[in-house]
């Protein structure tokens, strides 16, 4: 019943796999490395962490002038392996069964999230970008997070991690591209979360950044989609494996609140024609309903079921929590004093923004609305909506139209 | 911050409440009353029902000729206090803890739910009408539901409760209905899973209906609906409280599951611009984030946790499942070969349909549908889109703009 391309991304889960945009390459297997910052990141919070971990992969060439780069920011559910295939499992968690075993048989060893928009002739096209991915500050796939160990206590740091922010992950990027070498970013680019860092980088680095992409992203969430995330934190939060996050080592773990957590977000991933045709009232059995509350009888129920059980085997709840909280505090108006023109006012990079009309968590409106901000400053900005049908996980899966736009961007 | 007439619906908590539609009365103080049916009730599910008691209230005067009945049907958490102020709470749950001084202070001592729908001079008339509420079977308000004694046992069903239909909440309301003499109805009623239950009403029993008022509702839920309500059920389910449904008498409750379930409802219940409009993106505080992962930053994250707290004080898990899963297998294409015109090949009755604009759970193309089939079938039907922006709960707010349209329909 369920394509295998639902995994594939090990993030969205999109439903529905078009046809690649062109013929283009593949960035073959890749090993995801880690690289430990000298020096602390001071926080929004006011925290300074050390130590940070930083799992990262990079695709294609670095030119000699380090003038080529571009920085991938993956959104809340992902991690640094965006594009190739996987020469081993990213480092594991400390959660408990959180194995390479346990872990989704494709999100960690398969394809990257990206990868039909990462590689030689594709989006970024790695013939002529040295494409950099990391894993968000706060996650769980290798880069310092909730479950790492907090050098103070030697155990895991659980709630007492610090509550993070888009502008500390970003924060975290600059300083693990400091260690790269790496000082000007060609683009830094990503989808939803990933487009909220993008954002966030040409405000804090605005002279070392000459290009942004945010794809079905926004300057700040709208109060519904707010409501999904806050919905989604307090089912983990209310399981009581939650054990007020300190469940690592005790043999619990909440899955049963992470599991609605996803179930929820997916359903925002998607459109609701998307789920129509994919499922619509289709029973799980052949002939008629068989009078079950606990068993699935319809076949969206099962799926459903199946994103929770799959996605609880490889991503830890804290990460979760805090990841959906840094992505509901990001609010560039209120961070710089109510306007989006002020928060924009020092922006020098160009910037390339892409929507998709049935996105109803990341509305056209949202990036329309940083259009006109930019715009009304005399900032190059251009603002793409894509009609197309898949909701949210467009981004995921309209790489044959993103494809041109993208290019065309990058080498204007 | 909330509105009190947020709770006084004791049902789907409408954030804005307009102006009342007219000067009319109101039924004034009534009590909740209950009946035992005599018979079995003969499931869908195969299996017979007994006993069963009907909790009901009454507004009006039955006319000598018992011609001017209008049944009134509840949505998903609704109960038969329809109208007026309650006299007494009804009938306590054997859920533990679920009694009087625990109840939200407004639904059950309060308004009835559709209060501004049914009195003299109101939509439904009761200067006119004998109108008829009654709390649905396998409710937690009075009616025999999970949680009544099961006379196998002893104990209260749980989950040994047979699976209900919408066809058989009106089977028991038809037996009800032998019980106060009432053969014919004048109109059968609701809003929601209550409109399931009036077009049911006029598929099973044609020939005693008159009239049906089908408001916010549809022919079978749509599959993002079915999402949100597996996702509710699953969340309850997945409550370690929960026990299998058998936590009647445990001292412990699935009120944390269940809250993420109303959290969910609640917000499929309102429209994204609705809740944009009442929140925003305000903090708690008056200054600046708190950074915090557990508490409340913003005010609609505040204002889900309240509807979540106030809801599982006066509703029972168990009904919860059972009427969300009856509601999922509403399909009268299904139930009838296929085709919603042989669904609707034996209706007599007047049908009236209404549907408002920002209304995505139970949106107005389901409306259309169930007046295309009945129109292609030459039955008399009436379909009414009104522009409002308060999502489903519309239903429970629009009373100005609705009345006139029902007030009509009743006339001719």
Chains 1, 2 share one sequence.
Not at 352 to 381: C, H, M, N, R
Request: hydrophobic content about 40%; aromatic content about 10%.
């Amino acid at each position: 019943m369920l394509d295998n391309t639902s995994e594939r991304a090990g993030y969205h889960s999109p439903m529905v796999k078009p046809a690649p945009a062109l013929v283009a390459g593949s960035v073959g297997t890749v090993e995801t490395r880690y690289l430990d910052l000298p020096e602390p990141v001071r926080l929004d919070c006011g925290r300074d962490l050390h130590p940070i971990r930083v799992a990262y992969e990079t695709y294609g060439t670095l030119s000699p002038r380090r003038d080529n780069v571009i920085l991938v920011c993956h959104a809340l559910s992902g991690d640094a392996h965006a594009a190739g295939f996987a020469k081993a499992p990213p480092e594991q968690s400390t959660r408990d069964g959180f194995g390479a075993d346990d872990r989704d048989g494709t999100a960690g060893k398969g394809l990257g999230w990206w990868d039909g928009m990462i590689g030689p002739g594709k989006a970024f096209d790695t013939d002529r970008f040295f494409v950099v991915s990391t894993n968000l500050l706060g996650g769980c796939r290798g880069t310092t997070g909730p479950s790492s160990i907090d050098p103070a206590t030697g155990r895991p740091y659980g709630p007492d991690f610090p509550v993070i922010t888009v502008a500390d992950m970003v924060r975290t990027e600059r300083a693990f591209l400091d260690e790269l070498g790496i000082e000007r970013l060609a683009a830094v680019a990503g989808g939803s979360l990933g487009g909220m860092q993008a954002l966030e980088w040409a405000i804090l680095f605005p002279d070392q950044v000459d290009a942004v992409i945010a794809i079905a992203s926004t300057h700040a969430l709208h109060p519904q989609g707010m409501a999904w995330n806050s919905i989604a934190r307090d089912s983990i939060m209310r399981d009581p494996a939650w054990q007020g996050g300190h469940y690592y080592g005790t043999g619990r773990v909440p899955d049963a609140g992470m599991g609605v957590a996803r179930m929820v977000g997916h359903v925002t991933y998607l459109s609701a024609p998307a789920l129509s045709d994919k499922f619509g009232r289709r029973l799980q059995s052949a002939d008629d309903v068989r009078y079950t509350i606990t068993e699935a009888e319809f076949e969206v129920e099962s799926y459903l079921r199946h994103q929770a059980d799959s996605f609880v085997k490889r991503f830890d709840a804290n990460t979760y929590l805090y990841t959906s909280r840094a992505l509901t505090y990001f609010d560039l108006a209120r961070q710089h004093g109510g306007s989006l023109e002020q928060a924009f006012g020092g922006v020098s990079a160009r910037t390339l923004l892409i929507a998709f009309s049935s996105d109803w968590l990341y509305p056209p409106s949202a990036s329309t609305e940083i259009e006109q901000a930019l715009g009304a400053l005399g900032k190059p900005v251009e603002c793409h909506v894509i009609d197309a049908p898949y909701g949210h996980d467009c981004f995921l899966l309209e790489e044959a139209r993103q494809t041109p736009i993208i290019r065309r961007f990058l080498t204007g």
